[in-house]
Structures are given as structure tokens and as C-alpha cells.
């Protein structure tokens, strides 16, 4: 199977000439990092000076989000740029119970297109978009895939899918393994284009084990939590997950200083896009939870049960903190040093940005629904919508079918699972989402809620959505 894909996206391949303007690109993504997670974003508790140096070089982009707060329909996004209701994917792909379900074979991704163009391809990390061979990363435009078809694997020792197929433990760290193999795929491939996306597992549960040198300067540290004060908070259960997430960020800050010392001696830094961004955002005990869409609250006392298809220990949602993912491009002599891009992209739009950048034409025949970030990359003055239409039917642990449209000042979110369950936020005054105002008689609320809504409706029924 993986050997007949590889044949075809080679033979492909050597059919087009490659121009030698193409830039390489190097797609970092890691899995449940906070908004704020990068020290560069402006937390100063973690220890991320490579990441940094992205973010200082190129550009910050302060407004990217992910269009589901949840891993696997995240990932379709990625890499197909489509929303996960389209796709049949609308929650984490459960490898037991959920064996058969993935990422649409006949789908056309980016990967795909850019080996059309003389890339060659690898992804070394976490896949999520299903686990029988159909479904297989090769079938989708990689030519090398090494790590895990499933969701998760310990941060050390994992067993993993090696090049050849072999499933097998990997003895060390799995940031670690990633990253050798990252490095082993540039020094092969430095002669020609390549686009290889790192895969990050971590900072994804669990934490711990990391190498020592990323545990000591967290070991022992009372960190500073957000708000300490929220009602039956487990105050000490979130400093000691903040200490180990602290931890984690820090093992993948390493690796990325590893792959860009590495394109820096090889003199591929000038001609390599590196781009670093995350699945989706995080919570770090901010709303009394932990976790992200399919939050968990960590509380020594839960609420009531509200409503029938959520259990009190659980609070899905649509907040920022969940869909903003820390995010930024470094793209030598087109973006300039300290960029800071203001507006709203989301997951949706690497797929284009990607061919854009790498001057490879989308198929008309190929439906996505991001948009081209590269004139916002470049600095240029463009019109630009900054609505966000967000969406999450969860199905393990709770049931919902949330649908939300935010803008840069009003975020609205209706649960089609749980009539009457619904927020709305002013985000101009109350960025941190603490106040709902869906009961709000304010006629300026009432309007809002009218027009949002509306919006909701005309993007379900041009998806299809089935929760309608």
C-alpha cells in the first residue's frame, strides 16, 4: 500500500521540474499549546527562546485561531481546509471504537499538490485522521511518515510506525525521536525542495517524563495561575499540571532550537519558511478548567448538572483560550523581522498560504474554505474579514453540537444538542469570557444576538451541517 503511494507521488514528482526558487518549509505543530504558551506571546513562565526566535524573526501572527478546539477535526483543517462537519470528522478519532473512520480517501490535500510540484514530503509525529491503511499519511501526499496514527503515545519510549512500516517501541524521548528524524529528512533531502511537518505530541497529557535538563528549572517552582481566586479552584492539582506543562513546552522549545542550528549550518535558512503554530489552544485552570473544547473542570467541588448530555465534571465551549493557537511565520527576505499580523486567520488558510508560498496553483476542480495569508505576511494592505465561524459536536465524554461566529468584538455560541444553552460575550470589554450576556434585555445585546445567529444559520446550511 505505502509503497505503491510513494512510487506514484515520486513518479509524479520527477515528471515536473523543480525550480530552485522554491523555498523549503518546515511546518512545526505541536498539540494543546495555549495561546499564551510561547514566552514570545507574552508569558513570561515558560522558557521558549527558539520559539522565540521564530516569532522575532518573522512574523507573530496575534489572532490565529483553529476552527474546532479538538484535535482530529483541527487536523482536517490542516490539512484539507475544510470544517470537520463537512469531513464526517467532528470529534477526536477514538482508534477503538471509532477503527473505521478518517480522513476522506479521495480528498486532495496541500502535501499532495506540493509533491506534484517536486516536494518531497515527510511528516514525523502525530497523524489523528484515521488508522487503516486508506488512510495512511502516504495516501495523502508524504512520501516518509514516522510516529503514531492514532492520538496519543507516552512522552518517553513510545512505540511508534517506523519508515518501514515496522510498529515497534522507540526507546528515548519522543520529542526527541521526532525531532532525529526531522533532521535525518533535512540532511537527505537539502539538495531539493522539501515541506516536512514536525508533529508534536507533547505538550499533550501526559506531561512527564522529560529530560532532566527541561524538568529543573520547573521542579520545584510555585508558579503564578491565572486566577487562583475562582470558586472551589484545585489550587494545588494547577500549579503542580502547570509545573509539567511548563516542562513539556520547554522539551519542544529544545528540539526547535535543534532544527534551526540545523538549517542554519546546512545554509538552508534563507531559502526555508519555518512556520509554528498548534492544533488548538489550551487551558491552563483559566475558566476553572484544564484541557481544551472537551474541557475538564479542575475544581475540588463541581457544579450541578445543568444540562442532561453534559456531566458536571465537564465544561465544553468555544472560548478563545480553546481556539486561539500561538502562531508565527518565518519567511527570510518577504516577511520582515518583528511583523506582528493583526487580523483573524485561522487553520483553514495554511492549505492555500502553503501553495502560495511554494508557487504551486490550486486545481479548480479542489474546494477549500481558508484564504491565501501571504499579502497580510508581506505587510501589504488588503480587505480582510475578520469573522470566524467555529464549530464542535462532541461525542466522547459529553454530547454537543456548539456552533459559534466570532468577531473582533462579539462572540455568540448556540448548543443545537442542548436547547437554550448558549453564551454570548463582549469581547472589546470582557476578552477573558466571564460575563454571558445571552439573557441581556440591552437592545444593543438583543441585536447582536439577532444578527450573529443569523450568521450561525446561513454558515450551517452552507456546510449542510447535520445538526440542523
Known amino acids: 500500500m505505502k509503497k505503491a503511494a510513494i512510487l506514484f507521488l515520486t513518479a509524479v514528482a520527477l515528471c515536473r521540474p523543480a525550480s530552485a526558487a522554491r523555498p523549503n518549509i518546515v511546518f512545526i505543530f505541536t498539540d494543546d499549546q495555549a495561546p499564551f504558551a510561547v514566552a514570545a506571546a507574552g508569558d513570561k513562565r515558560f522558557i521558549t527562546p527558539n520559539i522565540d526566535r521564530i516569532f522575532r524573526e518573522g512574523a507573530h501572527l496575534t489572532n490565529s485561531f483553529v476552527t474546532t478546539p479538538v484535535c482530529s477535526p483541527s487536523r482536517v483543517g490542516l490539512i484539507a481546509s475544510r470544517y470537520g462537519t463537512e469531513m464526517g470528522i467532528t470529534d477526536w478519532i477514538n482508534p477503538g471504537s471509532e477503527s473505521t473512520l478518517g480522513l476522506a480517501p479521495q480528498t486532495t490535500t496541500w502535501p499532495q499538490l506540493l509533491a506534484r510540484a517536486g516536494y518531497r514530503n515527510a511528516l514525523f509525529g502525530k497523524w489523528h485522521l484515521g488508522t487503516e491503511d486508506k488512510y495512511h499519511p502516504t495516501q495523502f501526499g508524504y512520501h516518509e511518515f514516522l510516529g503514531i496514527r492514532t492520538g496519543g503515545c507516552p512522552p518517553k ?89 511548563l516542562a513539556a513546552v520547554k522539551s519542544i522549545d529544545r528540539n526547535v532550537g535543534r532544527v534551526l542550528g540545523l538549517l542554519d549550518e546546512l545554509e538552508l535558512s534563507a531559502n526555508t519558511i519555518v512556520i509554528f503554530t498548534s492544533d488548538h489552544g489550551y487551558n491552563l485552570g483559566e475558566h476553572g478548567v484544564w484541557y481544551k473544547g472537551n474541557a475538564i473542570r479542575i475544581l475540588t467541588k463541581n457544579p450541578p448538572q445543568e444540562w442532561k448530555n453534559i456531566p458536571p465534571n465537564r465544561r465544553p465551549n468555544l472560548w478563545d483560550t480553546s481556539l486561539r493557537v500561538p502562531t508565527a511565520v518565518r519567511w527570510p527576505e518577504v516577511i520582515k523581522p518583528g511583523t506582528n499580523v493583526t487580523h483573524t486567520v485561522s487553520n483553514l488558510d495554511w492549505y492555500p498560504t502553503l501553495l502560495a508560498m511554494a508557487g504551486v496553483d490550486l486545481p479548480p476542480e479542489v474546494t477549500i474554505r481558508g484564504r491565501d495569508i501571504t499579502p497580510l505576511l508581506r505587510g501589504d494592505s488588503v ?17 454537543t453540537h456548539m456552533r ?49 445567529d443569523g450568521k450561525i444559520l446561513k454558515q450551517m446550511q452552507a456546510l449542510g451541517d447535520p445538526a440542523l
Open 157 to 245: 519510549n513510545p512505540v511508534l510506525e517506523l519508515l518501514d512500516g515496522q510498529v515497534k517501541k522507540v526507546e528515548g524521548f519522543t520529542c526527541d525521536i521526532f525531532t532525529d528524524h526531522t533532521l535525518q529528512f533535512i540532511r537527505e533531502n537539502r539538495q531539493r525542495p522539501f515541506a516536512v511537518s514536525l508533529h508534536f505530541r507533547a505538550p499533550h497529557a501526559p506531561w512527564l517524563p522529560v529530560r532532566d535538563e527541561d524538568w529543573e528549572p520547573f521542579k520545584d517552582l510555585d508558579p503564578e495561575i491565572p486566577n487562583p481566586d475562582y470558586p472551589n479552584l484545585n489550587v494545588a492539582q494547577v500549579k503542580k499540571r502547570t509545573r509539567e506543562y
Open 383 to 399: 480587505d480582510w474579514d475578520d469573522d470566524l465561524y467555529v464549530e464542535y459536536s462532541m461525542h466522547h465524554g459529553a454530547t
Open 404 to 452: 459559534g461566529y466570532r468577531t473582533p468584538q462579539w462572540k455568540l455560541m448556540r448548543d443545537f444538542a442542548s436547547p437554550g444553552r448558549a453564551e454570548l460575550y463582549d469581547l472589546e470589554n470582557d476578552p477573558d469570557e466571564r460575563t454571558n450576556l445571552i439573557e441581556s434585555d440591552d437592545p444593543v445585546h438583543v441585536r447582536i444576538r439577532k444578527e450573529l
